[in-house]
């Protein structure tokens, strides 16, 4: 396993600095670690089978990251969110499924979170729920932000990542959406859906 993936610490030195990595400073000065977003590896409940389903191979992927099945016995573990996103991203790039991290979302129970799925499914209202999902989130994914916004007769639920490439993020997001789409229907009934999805 690299040591990127192993600690998710990354070194920044004088030679990021000379290619201007502006976050070096933001993050407490050269030379110092600057720890990556985390995600609880429950997120992953069920991946390594569904890329199987889904036609691929679980553990040439892991293979091609730097990773090991036995990682993924510890739900109770984490990993950097840019893993999992590269995760989903060969996923997807495997088994053929551009929509992998949607397909993957859509089956995942929200249930298999722990923790975090409690608080929303013993709040109040969605609305409620979703802003105790916003506060606490960062305990399961530090790369997620959650919000609700009530406009008129229309509320919003907003839900995007930070501090990860967006071009590894798409398989990520859609997982994501698709995952807080199993949760309302939870409260709602399955036959809840949203009026847009953007």
């Known amino acids: 396993m690299s040591e990127s993936i192993a600690h998710n610490v990354e070194h920044f030195g004088p030679a990021e600095?000379?290619?201007?990595?502006?976050?070096?400073?933001?993050?407490?000065?050269?030379?110092r670690a600057r720890k990556k977003p985390m995600i609880s590896l429950s997120a992953a409940t069920?991946?390594?089978?569904?890329?199987?389903?889904?036609?691929?191979?679980?553990?040439?992927i892991l293979h091609s990251l730097g990773l090991d099945r036995s990682l993924f016995s510890h739900s109770e573990g984490f990993i950097s969110c840019a893993v999992f996103d590269r995760l989903l991203q060969e996923a997807a790039r495997s088994t053929g499924d551009d929509r992998f991290g949607l397909h993957f979302g859509e089956h995942f129970n929200p249930k298999d979170i722990g923790a975090l799925a409690y608080v929303l499914l013993n709040s109040p209202t969605i609305k409620v729920g979703f802003e105790n999902v916003g506060r606490?989130?960062?305990?399961?994914?530090?790369?997620?932000?959650?919000?609700?916004?009530?406009?008129?007769?229309?509320?919003?639920?907003?839900?995007?990542?930070?501090d990860t490439p967006i071009e590894a993020a798409r398989q990520h997001n859609e997982y994501g959406v698709a995952l807080a789409l199993n949760a309302i229907r939870m409260m709602m009934g399955s036959q809840w859906v949203p009026l847009e999805v953007q």
């Open 17 to 31: 600095l000379a290619e201007g990595k502006k976050e070096v400073l933001r993050d407490g000065g050269p030379g």
């Open 46 to 60: 069920g991946l390594l089978d569904a890329i199987e389903a889904a036609g691929g191979n679980p553990d040439q």
């Open 136 to 162: 606490y989130l960062k305990v399961h994914n530090e790369a997620a932000r959650v919000s609700v916004a009530v406009e008129g007769e229309r509320v919003y639920l907003r839900y995007r990542l930070v």
